[in-house]
């Protein structure tokens, strides 16, 4: 009788593992090593476009993407939702994760901006209530305090409390609604003393470190060049985020690069970055800015 009670239990298990691993949903909240992500901005017209969504799977299976951040506005998002459902259920189908992405440049402060903000989160949290198939994986946070005047200046990071605390606020949301949260940053950030990385890094499991402006297609500089230049800053910034932590739960960290900065070298600087940092175990991958940049001009 024991045994029949192992054996049933054993099969029970077994076909749960079955039914989850076969769900397209269930394989895109696994995050995929390493990450290769992409910006989606002004959504509705992206998804508005004659077969926008099939372009968007298509230019995500050519590029080697297999996550992307698709902006949400307040303003549009009831009207989106058939819109963001399909899509999400066409990236899924493709093993590709979809995280919701948010932007605000004041979104740090307490108040009405970032209970703002956290009203979105929760509109995502309801959105997925409902669109239990076709959900999204994760919060992608946008939120650049820095670019407020108080908050310019390198050494200048009297918002990052706050900030913090918005991160936390954000992840109180999504962690129980089963999606990750992902936070792009500046490297200024990366500057703070040992006690200021230590709670940025524990506030959310993933961050984006934005490494833009490193040089431009006009600069004169080979390929090769660039690349070494990828190489070195990218393995410069990974060891300041981190140098003096190790608790192994801090957050993981991918590094984003721009179309403006390299034109058509984009994808090989993107593989560079994947080779030069696979074996840090702090590094999560790449991401591109953006998807818009390769759509025709309007």
């Not at 997925?128 to 992608?140: E, L, M, Q, T, Y």
């Not at 499991?205 to 230049?229: H, I």
């Amino acid at each position: 009788m024991k045994r029949s009670r192992i054996r049933a239990h054993f099969l029970w298990s077994l076909l749960g593992m079955l039914l989850t691993t076969s769900s397209p949903s269930a394989f895109a909240a696994s995050i995929p090593d390493p990450v290769h992500g992409l910006w989606v901005w002004k959504s509705p017209s992206v998804l508005g476009a004659p077969q926008g969504a099939k372009a968007l799977r298509d230019f995500c299976a050519s590029s080697g993407v297999n996550e992307v951040y698709v902006s949400i506005s307040a303003n549009s998002f009831a009207a989106e939702e058939g819109q963001l459902a399909n899509l999400i259920a066409l990236l899924h189908s493709s093993k590709i994760r979809v995280e919701a992405l948010f932007s605000s440049a004041d979104a740090d402060e307490p108040g009405k901006h970032r209970d703002t903000l956290l009203s979105h989160v929760q509109g995502i949290v309801e959105f997925n209530r409902k669109h239990s198939s076709d959900r999204f994986d994760g919060i992608h946070l946008d939120v650049e305090p820095w670019q407020r005047p108080e908050n310019k200046g390198a050494g200048n990071l009297q918002f990052l409390a706050d900030l913090v605390d918005t991160y936390q606020a954000v992840a109180a949301l999504a962690r129980p609604a089963g999606m990750t949260v992902n936070a792009d940053i500046q490297s200024k950030l990366l500057k703070g003393n040992v006690s200021q990385r230590r709670a940025l890094l524990s506030s959310v499991p993933r961050f984006t470190l934005m490494m833009y402006e490193l040089t431009s297609p006009t600069d004169g500089k080979s390929a090769d060049q660039k690349a070494e230049q990828v190489e070195t800053a990218s393995e410069k910034y990974l060891a300041m985020a981190y140098d003096g932590l190790e608790d192994g739960s801090l957050a993981k960290m991918a590094v984003a690069l721009r179309t403006p900065d390299y034109g058509d070298l984009l994808s090989q600087m993107l593989r560079k970055l994947d080779n030069a940092n696979q074996a840090n175990r702090h590094y999560l991958g790449w991401a591109r800015h953006s998807y818009n940049d390769t759509l025709p001009k309007q």
